[in-house]
């Protein structure tokens, strides 16, 4: 198990350069499966989680190389199997979305079901009512996905109400790219994350229209051909970096952002007393004083994202007042709170909303990440503590953070992480 050790309680100052999305990336990644060609892809961040996609192309017959630190080439022309492996979909629930492609580009697919998770239950029934609407037979049977179509057919869906999906639209898209006829998605996902998968399709030759909007017309075509694409800023890390600085206090500068993709953060971190600069590709905060309190309720692009929501709560943990946090989207969200507490919080918990009175200073504990998010919040928190932080369970981080430690130590705090021996062979194989 790896872990991070944090001697906490000084300022962040200086720049970091922001990674490529994760969530924005591995769609892409899924998506070159659908041409024959080979496709290019830049700004691809590298982490864990983009290391078991890469994994899973070349369990399914693609050729994948790094041909620059953070530009993937992708060659799907001679793909092996439409069978996915159970463990690299038990690794990493977004390498479901090879599920759509392969039923687009080959009428077939059988790839395990992903099954629930630590941050809630995650079922893919839209995915698999979206592939049912445009033709194909799906079955679900000893926890594998089957799905066949002689041929899918453009067809008019609207995506559940209860929620806006960020997986089902884009593994609905992946699935009517190539298929016959006009296909609607209503009630589409408009995250950024969705808006680059569809800008990277149409780069290929897909005729998608309403890029950004949540009704997407696709109008199916015969091939894709392949294409050099650059993956957007991960809005997520720049994020942390910034709540990061509210936290621990400092001034931050995040480079090579997206600064329209962060609207609603950027306006909490004003809201909570940070001053706020931002330019065409970079967002600077300052940070003197302890935050002040706020509310926020996660939702849906653009909406607050829960993806930010464990790195909020820890602002509000030593902010000045009582913020009042809302997880709308996944009801394990809230996994890194009991961890925050042990490090001084106060924090009440009351079905989907934290009621959290600030304190004015945190002190280091030895805590655990339960995943990607609570991980990041609580190393957010050992940055913010007077004292020594041990975040165990670090392994999570290096799925969706591209070294994060290092990032961190450029930034001035006083940070280090130990992998096992384990954690390092597998390091060493994705460099391949
Ligand atoms: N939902 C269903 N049925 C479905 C699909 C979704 O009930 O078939 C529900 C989910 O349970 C959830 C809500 O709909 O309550 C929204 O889920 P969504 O499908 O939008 O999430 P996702 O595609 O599984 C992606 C990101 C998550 C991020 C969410 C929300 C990837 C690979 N994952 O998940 O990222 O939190 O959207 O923005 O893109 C992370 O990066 O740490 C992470 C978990």
């Given at each position: 198990m790896?872990?991070?050790?944090?001697?906490?309680?000084?300022?962040?100052?200086?720049?970091?350069?922001?990674?490529?999305?994760?969530?924005?990336?591995?769609?892409?990644?899924a998506?070159s499966?659908?041409?024959e060609?080979?496709?290019?892809?830049?700004?691809?961040?590298?982490?864990?989680?983009?290391?078991?996609?890469?994994?899973?192309?070349?369990a399914?017959?693609?050729?994948?190389?790094?041909?620059?630190?953070?530009?993937l080439?992708?060659?799907?022309?001679?793909?092996?199997?439409?069978s996915?492996?159970?463990?690299?979909?038990?690794?990493?629930?977004?390498?479901?979305?090879?599920?759509g492609?392969?039923?687009?580009?080959?009428g077939?697919?059988?790839?395990?079901?992903?099954?629930?998770c630590?941050?809630?239950?995650?079922?893919?029934?839209?995915?698999?009512?979206?592939?049912?609407?445009?033709?194909?037979?799906?079955?679900?049977?000893?926890?594998?996905?089957q799905?066949?179509?002689?041929?899918?057919?453009?067809?008019?869906?609207?995506?559940?109400s209860?929620?806006?999906?960020?997986?089902?639209?884009v593994?609905?898209?992946?699935?009517?790219?190539?298929?016959?006829?006009?296909?609607?998605?209503?009630?589409?996902?408009?995250?950024?994350?969705?808006?680059?998968?569809q800008?990277?399709?149409?780069?290929?030759?897909?005729?998608?229209?309403?890029?950004?909007?949540?009704?997407?017309?696709?109008?199916?075509?015969?091939?894709?051909?392949?294409?050099?694409?650059?993956?957007?800023?991960?809005?997520?890390?720049?994020?942390?970096?910034?709540?990061?600085?509210?936290?621990?206090?400092?001034?931050?500068?995040v480079?090579?952002?997206e600064p329209?993709?962060?609207?609603?953060?950027?306006?909490?971190?004003?809201?909570?007393?940070?001053?706020?600069?931002?330019?065409?590709?970079?967002?600077?905060?300052?940070?003197?004083?302890?935050?002040h309190?706020?509310?926020v309720?996660?939702?849906?692009?653009?909406?607050?994202?829960?993806?930010?929501?464990?790195?909020?709560?820890?602002?509000?943990?030593?902010?000045?007042?009582?913020?009042?946090?809302?997880?709308?989207?996944?009801?394990?969200?809230?996994?890194?709170?009991?961890?925050?507490?042990?490090?001084?919080?106060?924090?009440?918990?009351?079905?989907?909303?934290?009621?959290?009175?600030?304190?004015?200073?945190?002190?280091?504990?030895?805590?655990?990440?339960?995943?990607?998010?609570?991980?990041?919040?609580?190393?957010?928190?050992?940055?913010?503590?007077?004292?020594?932080?041990?975040?165990?369970?670090?392994?999570?981080?290096?799925?969706?953070?591209?070294?994060?430690?290092?990032?961190?130590?450029?930034?001035?705090?006083?940070i280090?992480?130990?992998?096992?021996?384990?954690?390092?062979?597998?390091?060493n194989?994705?460099?391949?």
């Amino acid at each position: 198990m790896a872990t991070i050790r944090i001697d906490g309680g000084n300022p962040l100052f200086g720049e970091v350069t922001i990674s490529g999305s994760k969530n924005g990336t591995l769609p892409l990644l899924a998506a070159s499966l659908l041409i024959e060609g080979e496709s290019v892809i830049e700004n691809v961040p590298r982490i864990d989680d983009i290391n078991s996609m890469i994994d899973m192309l070349r369990a399914l017959g693609a050729k994948c190389e790094f041909i620059e630190h953070s530009v993937l080439s992708i060659d799907a022309t001679h793909i092996t199997s439409v069978s996915a492996p159970y463990d690299l979909v038990r690794k990493m629930r977004g390498s479901f979305y090879v599920a759509g492609a392969l039923l687009g580009r080959f009428g077939e697919a059988e790839v395990p079901l992903p099954g629930g998770c630590v941050i809630g239950s995650r079922p893919v029934d839209f995915h698999l009512s979206g592939f049912r609407a445009l033709g194909a037979v799906v079955e679900e049977r000893h926890g594998v996905m089957q799905a066949r179509a002689e041929k899918l057919t453009g067809s008019h869906m609207y995506m559940d109400s209860r929620y806006r999906s960020v997986g089902a639209t884009v593994n609905v898209m992946l699935a009517a790219v190539l298929a016959e006829g006009v296909t609607v998605i209503e009630n589409a996902s408009r995250e950024p994350e969705v808006i680059c998968c569809q800008q990277f399709l149409q780069q290929a030759g897909a005729d998608i229209r309403g890029t950004g909007t949540d009704i997407i017309v696709i109008r199916g075509v015969n091939k894709l051909h392949g294409c050099r694409f650059r993956s957007i800023p991960d809005r997520m890390e720049a994020g942390t970096f910034l709540l990061a600085c509210g936290a621990a206090r400092g001034d931050v500068t995040v480079r090579a952002v997206e600064p329209r993709h962060m609207g609603v953060v950027l306006n909490l971190l004003q809201r909570a007393g940070l001053r706020v600069e931002s330019g065409a590709d970079f967002v600077r905060a300052i940070s003197d004083t302890r935050p002040h309190a706020f509310e926020v309720t996660t939702a849906p692009y653009p909406g607050f994202p829960t993806d930010l929501q464990p790195n909020a709560g820890v602002l509000g943990a030593v902010a000045v007042g009582t913020t009042v946090l809302q997880e709308a989207i996944f009801e394990g969200r809230f996994n890194y709170i009991d961890e925050l507490k042990r490090m001084g919080a106060n924090i009440q918990l009351k079905d989907s909303v934290a009621i959290i009175r600030g304190v004015p200073k945190l002190y280091g504990a030895p805590v655990e990440a339960s995943d990607i998010r609570a991980g990041s919040a609580l190393v957010l928190g050992g940055l913010a503590a007077d004292g020594y932080t041990e975040v165990s369970g670090a392994e999570f981080l290096a799925r969706g953070y591209e070294d994060l430690v290092g990032k961190l130590q450029k930034l001035g705090a006083a940070i280090t992480s130990t992998q096992t021996a384990e954690d390092d062979k597998a390091r060493n194989a994705w460099h391949r």
